[in-house]
């Protein structure tokens, strides 16, 4: 499995982008919106698998 190194900032704003597009996330629990607004990623890894194909 291969790791990819994302800055902190970086992160912020792909979690900021999948809740905004995606608010299923939030309903599941894996990302929190805190009584300020802000997202809130309370784990310290989530492990993902997933397979694109061509169409």
Known sequence: MQRLS???ARLTE????LA???PTVLEAGLL?????????FSY??????FLL???
């Open 32 to 40: 929190n919106r805190t009584e300020s607004g802000a997202i809130e």
């Open 44 to 49: 310290e890894a989530i492990k993902v698998e």
């Open 6 to 8: 994302v800055g902190w």
């Open 20 to 22: 905004s597009a995606h």
């Open 14 to 17: 792909l979690m900021r982008l």
């Open 53 to 55: 194909q061509a169409a």
